[in-house]
């Protein structure tokens, strides 16, 4: 039997929800029965050394700035066209309508495309008129260009597709999973070491330097809680050296924070990191269905969120806290004081979750490879 060869789309394939996400889908798949590539912008992601070690590929792409944006489409007409692709998995947001139209001429018959974002929005809350007819072009071509529809939520899959789509027979609602394992297998592990002083209580915050992400707003959190003489601090996991870190840094500075909120950079202890911390703080623009959080909880973590995505995040187990992101600093370190004030979640209560929704890698692995089996045999 012939491996099914499948392309996936997902930017650089670097650091990043959504990278991590897909690194769950190749290490569950079963190599004897697909091919699993993936394109990328960078000309050495963090992911390709492993992706190649499982079988796949990294195929380097332009990226979509500008004028760039004609060349990325040839060049991915030219890879499926040549590498004779079953499957194009896009993970794109609008631009996956590009993708799945090269698709198409390519003669790609199953074309998947994923949504992951309920929202598109910079943080300054306007869109150019050219952003706006591009979004409203690309959907159209989504809509006629691809065969299967997929969403890490419902708030995501109406953004994307629309509200009629997410009712038809080709819609996938697939929540976004984490290697729960490695959290509930070590659920009662006590860490020692790095910022396990006893005079401090750790929460943490995982995810890019950027605008979405609301680093900003952390810094006046941090102050608050140094006014209130409070020994939290708050470790910042993520990315680092870009413009927006840089604005980070300089209200930690200004602030005078340094103490109570720590910059870590790129870490690969993200499981250990968490069980170092009392709570999980979350306060982003917007998320699709944040994996981040999957993991606080999975890890028994009180968590204290934003209510800018989809609910169904929440393992409902009382362990959530949803804020406003208008409301002050002081009402987020009250909502923190409960937080790290509460003991772990009971462990059978995290399983039980877990099972409940599916938000396992090896559930989300499984789910994806029956679709792509199913849509090649129809």
Sequence with gaps: MSQTKILIIAGAMDVGGIENQLMHLIRNADRGKFQIDFTT???????????????????RIPATEGRHFIRQCKALYKIMKEGQYDIVHSHE???????????????????????????????????????????????RWILRYGTEFCACSTPAGRFLYGDKKTHEANYHLIFNSVDTKKFIDCYDKTESGEFCEEDWINIIQIGRFSTIKNQLFTAEIAQELKKRGEKIRILCAGNNGNVYEQRVKNEIKKRNVDKHMLLLGVRNDIDVLIRKSSAFLLPSLYEGMPLVMIEAQAAGLPCVTADTYSREVDFGIGYVQWLKLDQSAAKWVDAIKKAVSMNRADKSAVVNAVEKFGFDSRVFAKRLCDLYTESINR
């Design 93 to 139: 947001l609008f631009h996956s309508g590009m993708v799945l139209f090269a698709a198409k001429m390519a003669g790609v018959k199953c074309r998947f495309v994923h949504a992951h974002n309920w929202s598109d929005d910079d943080g300054s809350g306007k869109r150019s008129v050219v952003r706006r007819l591009y979004n409203t072009v690309m959907r």
């Design 41 to 59: 912008t960078m000309s050495h992601p963090f992911y390709q050394d492993e992706i190649e070690a499982l079988g796949g590929k990294c195929i």
